[in-house]
Structures are given as structure tokens and as C-alpha cells.
């Protein structure tokens, strides 16, 4: 496989456009090829690459990067999406984007531990206590009925 030239997408947006736009006043095909040779500085070989990649380039819009003019050696399989056109292949290359993130489920579980485990992560029935050491002097003067003067002591 060799590679013969390449086109952007922003060089084929503006060559669909341009292309377009000749249409709309009604030239014919060799008179859209040379305007478009004298827009882009196109000649010979490269205009002709260059509007037979306008064709490729219109029937696959959506996400192009670029379009690949390539040449296949003897008994080699032309890629997927390529369209020949004489001798050549001319293969669109997409980009490749990155699906969105679904956020996980906010279910009050708590961040870490599997099943059966509480608000502490060490298990033991959901206790839900404020320290991973344990209960603090206040908590377990309150627990232990001392009552709220005692335990500020």
C-alpha cells in the first residue's frame, strides 16, 4: 500500500463549498475542476485527486478527519469505506471520539466496602460513628448517662 497524497477536512469543507457554490450558477464539471485548480493551487494529478476526494468527502461528512489517496501493490485488500476510482483508492478517515461518562448511582452507601457494610467500612452492623478510633470522651460520657455537665468537665 503507498500513499499518494492526503486532504484535511478544513481544505474539503472549503472545496464542498466552493463546489457548491459553482453549481448554484451552473458551470459544468470541467469548469468547476479548473475553478477549483485555480482556488486551491491545484494541477494535474493533485486537482484530479483533489475533486475525486470532494466526492468521497460528501458522502461521508459526519466526523471526518481526512481523505487518504492511496495506491494497493498486487494482491492486497483495499481498506473498509474505500472508493476506487481508476487505479487509485481514496479512504475516509474518521475521528474517533470519546464516549460520554455516565455518572455512577448515588445510593448513601459510602464510597468503599461491599455488602453488609456501614457508614465505617469495617462492618459490624451500620454503626455509624464519627472517628474511625472509636467513640470520643463526650460520646461515651452522654452513652454512659453521666449527663452533659460531666462530660464538658
Known amino acids: 500500500m503507498k500513499s499518494v497524497t492526503e486532504f484535511p477536512t478544513f481544505t474539503l469543507n472549503k472545496g464542498l463549498a466552493a463546489k457548491a457554490a459553482l453549481t448554484t450558477e451552473g458551470k459544468n464539471a470541467e469548469e468547476i475542476s479548473a475553478s477549483l485548480g485555480e482556488t486551491f493551487k491545484f494541477e494535474g494529478d493533485k486537482l484530479k485527486h483533489f475533486v475525486n476526494a470532494l ?4 458522502q461521508n461528512k459526519d466526523a471526518l478527519k481526512r481523505v487518504v489517496v492511496m495506491s494497493l501493490n498486487e494482491g492486497e485488500k483495499a481498506p ?10 481514496y479512504v475516509p478517515e474518521f475521528l474517533i471520539t470519546a464516549k460520554p461518562v455516565v455518572a455512577e448511582k448515588a445510593d448513601g452507601k459510602g464510597g468503599r466496602g461491599g455488602k453488609g457494610r456501614g457508614q465505617g467500612g469495617r462492618g459490624g452492623g451500620g454503626d455509624k460513628k ?3 478510633w472509636g467513640m470520643s470522651p463526650e460520646e461515651l460520657a452522654a452513652k454512659k448517662g453521666k449527663g452533659a455537665a460531666t462530660a464538658k468537665a
Open 55 to 58: 466526492e468521497v468527502a460528501g
Open 80 to 89: 473498509a469505506k474505500a472508493v476506487q476510482v481508476e487505479e487509485f483508492h
Open 130 to 132: 464519627g472517628s474511625p
